[in-house]
């Protein structure tokens, strides 16, 4: 590993915070590279299809400054679709959690779920599901409150 990465091995939070934090960097680094790349791709293309609608260039126009049209203009428009994909994207995270817990011999919850599943204890596991789809739920909730923010056209009453 050329000294990138420490050893994997658990120590407790409370005990050494630093090397319990150390060892979750490659699992973290893996998966948020893997969810950039599709988030970075999207507000590209997303960007580049909106600096081409005719009220971008009406603001260029009327003399706006360009970070002012590139940020209040094109890109609050342009991040719609990406909240969504990355509402979806985080949903997908909590999956990878699980098969990450398992790869890279951390302690948490996904490894619980793979050894109850494993061992076949169903309270467990439902117990597991129930705290994994409320966490995404809450996402999706998020999602729908960002909507609201970046959309004027979409108002919850």
């Excluded at 090397?19 to 590209?44: D, H, K, V």
């Excluded at 919850?109 to 050894?115: A, E, K, N, T």
């Amino acid at each position: 590993w050329y000294r990138w990465v420490p050893n994997i091995r658990y120590v407790a939070f409370f005990k050494d915070p630093l090397s319990n934090l150390s060892q979750f960097a490659l699992p973290s680094l893996i998966m948020g590279l893997a969810l950039a790349a599709g988030i970075m791709r999207m507000t590209r293309s997303m960007m580049l299809e909106i600096l081409r609608e005719d009220y971008i260039r009406t603001a260029w126009s009327k003399g706006l400054r360009e970070a002012v049209i590139i940020v209040r203009h094109a890109l609050k428009n342009a991040m719609i679709p990406v909240v969504t994909i990355m509402g979806l994207q985080i949903s997908a995270l909590i999956g990878g959690t699980v098969i990450m817990e398992s790869i890279f011999v951390l302690p948490g919850m996904g490894r619980y779920l793979l050894d109850a599943i494993t061992w076949r204890d169903y309270p467990v596991i439902q117990g597991i599901n129930l705290v994994l789809a409320s966490g995404i739920i809450f996402i999706n909730l998020i999602v729908d409150v960002f909507y609201a923010f970046l959309d004027p056209r979409i108002r919850y009453r």
